[in-house]
């Protein structure tokens, strides 16, 4: 199975290629116009020269490399777990795991499976399950999430654990912002696709709407994402 590439990572890694040649091409050039202008004599001849031909291939390969930046290709998937997006240079063909959330985003057929919320029967804390999922082991109490399997090998959870997904429509409210301030601060700028200081001028006004007319699901999803970085909210329905 090839292993799939973060377009992100690919083009930092050429960046960095790009850089570190087109400085040692620099390097050489300017030891070639050292000993250019200093050693004209015997053997410096060959070594002078030298330094011209190591410092034009450098920047050759460097020049080549930061061409290649722009050829990177990129297929953009959405994270069913945070909603952040994660680019990789081909179609996925195997589970690759989120940039942002760290989760293991399953893959079916270069598609990304649905994702399903169980809550723990220990903590109340919600966790996310697929149909590839074999073990479920709660994100935050480690206790382990009875999951069953049936002849399709769809995944299913005991009904009592099942989060329902009612079709009622709601408001999802911030009421508390915790001491990781930075962490949520970016964390609402990536989900409510605002600027810093938007998202600052908010956070001075709790308890404050960040979206309404959503899903109970994208509604727990969300308030699942604000918990991980201490932002206190609430799920309201809509009347
Ligand atoms: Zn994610
Ligand atoms: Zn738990």
Known sequence: MPRVERTQDVIEIHWENALVYGV??????????????????????????????????????????????????????????????????????????????????????????????????????????????????????????PISSDSHGHKSVPKFYAVVEDDALYELVLVESGTKTEDLIACLQRMLALNRSQVKQMLDQLPVTLLTGISRRKADMLLAQLTIHEGGAEARPLV
């Open 24 to 145: 040692g091409g620099v390097l050489f050039l300017g030891l070639f116009g050292f000993l250019l202008y200093y050693g004209t004599e015997g053997s410096f001849i060959a070594l002078t020269w030298l330094m011209l031909v190591f410092g034009l291939a450098c920047l050759g390969y460097g020049t080549r490399r930061a061409i290649e930046v722009r050829k990177v290709t990129s297929v953009a998937y959405t994270c069913p777990y945070c909603e952040s997006i994660v680019e990789l240079t081909e179609v996925a063909q195997s589970d690759f795991s989120c940039s942002e959330c760290a989760r293991v985003i399953p893959v079916e057929d270069g598609e990304v499976m649905p994702v399903h919320l169980v809550r723990c029967g220990y903590c109340h804390e919600l966790n996310f399950y697929s149909d590839k999922t074999e073990f479920l082991v709660c994100e935050n109490c480690s206790h382990e999430i």
